[in-house]
């Protein structure tokens, strides 16, 4: 006898949009093991990538921290730790340490954000690089949350975090999506058979 758990898609999830936003070459990118460690470095970077010794400010800093602790673990369906360990300071590890998500406030940075992730599917790496001076919730939650995997926006679903209309919460389609992302393996195929 073997036991076979399975995990079916709300029939209320637009597959469509979930692909746009949740796929990678038809593969579910996802942190196989949860990160370890984010680290918000303190100072604001300049054009080369490099500590200005201006410091970010403390509304910056908790907004992205109440984003990490309070938003991420529910997207992932807990996956995410809600006590994931916290660091800032001015000397993170390199971009693309294993474990590791690195956000920074970069004021050369045209738009509102940024992210990348390595390793997809089988994420193990993550950056976020916010405009300095411009606290605009929905921009922190969307970068943020597109480091657990959903590596692109999609205007077919609105509103959602996924796209430029972007609320400052996550609307039932984003969380039924972050379930799903999270209860199928990174190598879980479009469409869907595993």
């Not at 036991?3 to 746009?20: F, G, I, R, V």
């Not at 800032?88 to 406030?105: E, L």
């Amino acid at each position: 006898d073997k036991t076979l758990n399975m995990n079916m898609a709300s029939t209320d999830m637009n597959m469509d949009h979930y692909n746009a936003c949740g796929r990678f070459y038809g593969q579910n990118p996802r942190w196989n093991s949860p990160p370890h460690t984010v680290y918000i470095i303190q100072n604001v970077l300049d054009q080369q990538g490099q500590p200005t010794g201006r410091e970010i400010n403390d509304e910056e800093k908790n907004t992205i921290i109440d984003v990490v602790k309070n938003r991420l673990p529910k997207l992932t369906d807990g996956f995410f730790p809600r006590n994931i360990n916290i660091e800032i300071g001015n000397d993170p590890p390199n971009w693309g340490t294993a474990g590791y998500i690195i956000v920074a406030m970069d004021g050369y940075l045209p738009f509102q954000g940024a992210n990348a992730s390595w390793g997809a599917p089988d994420i193990y790496s993550a950056m976020t690089r916010l405009k300095p001076g411009t606290i605009h919730y929905p921009t922190y939650l969307q970068e943020l949350s597109q480091n657990m995997g959903f590596l692109s926006d999609s205007d077919l679903i609105q509103p959602s975090v996924f796209n430029n209309g972007s609320p400052d919460n996550y609307t039932q389609h984003d969380l039924l999506m972050g379930k799903f992302k999270y209860n199928r393996p990174s190598s879980n195929r479009s469409p869907d058979k595993n």
